[in-house]
């Protein structure tokens, strides 16, 4: 299977240049991953290049979970993710997708000295 990177997701999403989001559509028509890397870089493009208010990350995000042709890195974990940005969306999904690598991995609790992140489960504030 083929892989994209950020500039390939991000045209996918935004179509902001018609000839880009073509090709972009015909690289994926027959299948790409997604690491997370790319997701969350994707994630922070639309967020502070694009503006895109939570609301359309999560709306960004349930597209690219749906997506026919694409197959997210671990998509119990960004699902799981996702779950936890919507409910606190101030945190950012990086955040989120964060913790839910930890625990898929057994590895929490997550260290932080982010009080907000420090308040969701499987996560320890240290001060």
Request: proline content about 2%; hydrophobic content about 50%.
């Amino acid at each position: 299977m083929l892989a994209v990177d950020t500039n390939v997701l991000v045209r996918l999403l935004v179509r902001d240049d018609d000839h880009q989001a073509t090709l972009a559509d015909h690289f994926v028509a027959k299948g790409a991953w997604v690491s997370h890397l790319v997701l969350a870089e994707t994630v922070w493009v639309l967020d502070a290049v694009y503006e895109r208010s939570p609301s359309q990350l999560i709306a960004a995000l349930d597209l690219l979970l749906a997506h026919e042709s694409l197959v997210l890195q671990d998509a119990d974990t960004v699902s799981a993710a996702l779950t936890q940005f919507r409910a606190k969306s101030a945190l950012g999904f990086s955040d989120c997708l964060v913790l839910e690598i930890a625990r898929k991995a057994g590895h929490v609790p997550l260290g932080t000295f982010d009080g907000a992140l420090a308040k969701l489960q499987g996560t320890h504030k240290i001060s």
